[in-house]
């Protein structure tokens, strides 16, 4: 190269010697050691089927990465391969690339090689897709029919009572799993248009229970309850719930696998959030609206409150984080739950006065939004509820803690300390036994603090003491891996007693995950697809352990993969190494070469203004995605890439 100027990023090809120049090296070959593999890239190149781009000397210019020129060159010189000295995956894709059939052959098994479908040692099962879906035809309407039109319908085939009609087309891949949730010994999985449940024995393993009707519409939500201590139902407290948009349909599971439809409610907005406190299914809305149906009164209401942008649950009541810098609760209507969290007398503001007492627990200081809610229940929680913490996190960035212990009841929860340093909104908080972890809209930018505890309170001294700072970078699509974002939840996972994980999937067609402690960002373990398929849906969930004496639960990764299958990993075993070695933070090389497998030049530029994440219209998302560029620690990543 001449003086002042950087080498090409590409090598020369002459008619009967390669000059290669990559800081200065130079490779040269003949014309016969290119062409001895037949229909290859060189072949047609030499013989002009290919155009060419020549230099004043006549040399060819090919713009690939010289770096794995090298390797390539040696194969088709000796015919031989050191693959312990390579990255199989980059040069595989070099060498379909030439065309070099042979040696795409030879690497395709070393990846094998280094590839068991029976999994790493944390690898702890897997479901394949189920075999006995649901018929095509067999689709439930959404909405709920008046009198004149049930009438109307009379003499058509129903499913449980619905009239039902053939599928329309569907922008969801319909084989692969969307979302992924559990409940105690059970998991329920949900496809584009029809969810299954499964649960687990010790002695025989997962089974399948139930399987849903195929819906003609896509699910977005679901939610599973599977066992409630002490419930009023007994043994028919097992249920599963599916949203779309506005609708939400309601099953009970027989023990004999059957499932009944309780019925399909309408929120009358788009479905956000859908899950159960206790045996009351929660429906609740950005738009400000909560939907309940009450297990015992097998009644569905919907309740009109604020612009809800965040909620928790704790014990049998429902704290929302809202627009207008307030926090509310809401008590379970329920009679049989006599749960309270504080003296509703002593918080007379009510929003509604309806069968739900809505009622104002906290005002934040400046009004700003409440973005994200914990509560935590200290181990002296009671039945009157005078032991309580919350951590919520606001528009502005900023994390306050709130608590109500019994020096505080007479005046509700009191703020107890804030942080001021994030500059985005935040979307996630957990405030647990140990730590305190919030989540920003700045690239899933993560914030721990370590909790001092007095006798199961948090404590003033020495208060709480920043821990680390970490990002759990993803060039993920804003609604997730085929326009569902549900399933793909970064975390944290686990009991708040325990040391919490976050799941990274750092690119949205991948078949790895990696598993980071949320207490300092370290990488616990990275799991792979046993079968090559890509990951779509994630979750993290704690199953009972046995009935034999000293048995704990174990926790486990699920992973819903496009093909439909399921893959479990072992997270206990997984912990447990991780403390014994010494973790490596860093996961630089890692990332450079999942971003190598993703097109960034389908990308655009994020909109660096978070808080438009936050407002919550009813106006439908366009199909566009954005990615999350990288910056801070891995901004020289950028480097190398080249964005039109």
Known sequence: PSAGKKPCRGFFLGLLLIYFYVRHRRFSTSKQTLTWVPDSFFSSLLSGRISTLKDETGAIFIDRDPSLFAPILNFLRTKELHPRSIDVHLLMHEAEFYGITPLVRKLQLCDELDRSSCGTVLFNGYLPPPGDQPPHALCVWLSLPCQEEKSAQRGRPTVHGWPFRPCSGLGADPGMVRIICGHHNWIALAYAQFVVCYRVKESSGWQLVFTSPRLDWVIDRVALNAKVMGGSLGDNDKMVAVASGTEIILWSICADGNGNEIGVFSLNVPVEALFFVGNQLIATSHTGKVGVWNAVTKHWQNQDVVPINSYDTAGSFLILGCNNGSIYYIVSPCPSVVYVPVDVQKFPLRMKDNDLLVTELYRDPSEDAITALSVYLTPKTSDSGNWIEIAYGTSSGTVRVI??????????????????????????????????????????????????????????????????????????????????????????????????????????????????????????????????????????????????????????????????????????????????????????????ELLDQCDLALTRTPDMSPAASLTHTSTPRTSTCRYILLTHEHHYILDRFMFS
């Open 403 to 592: 608590v109500q212990h019994p020096e505080t009841v007479g005046s509700g929860p009191q703020l107890f300390q804030t942080f001021s340093v994030h500059r985005s909104p935040v979307t996630k908080i957990m405030l647990s036994e140990k730590h305190l972890i919030s989540v920003c809209a700045d690239n899933n930018h993560v914030r721990t603090w370590t909790v001092t505890r007095f006798r199961g309170m948090i404590s003033t001294q020495p208060g709480s003491t920043p821990l680390t700072s970490f990002k759990i970078l993803s060039l993920e699509d804003i609604d997730g891996h085929g326009g569902c974002s549900a399933g793909t939840e970064i975390g944290p996972y686990g009991e708040r007693d325990d040391q919490q994980v976050f799941i990274q999937r750092v690119v949205p067609d991948t078949d790895k995950l990696y598993v980071r402690l949320s207490s300092n960002g370290k990488r616990v373990c990275e799991v792979r697809s046993v079968d090559g398929t890509s990951i779509t849906a994630f979750m993290v969930h704690e199953c009972e352990g046995s009935s034999r004496i000293g048995s704990r639960p174990r926790r486990y990764l699920f992973s819903g993969h496009g093909n439909g299958s399921i893959q479990m990993w072992d997270l206990t075993t997984a912990m447990e190494i991780a403390g014994k070695v010494d973790i490596k933070g860093g996961l630089s090389e890692e990332l450079l």
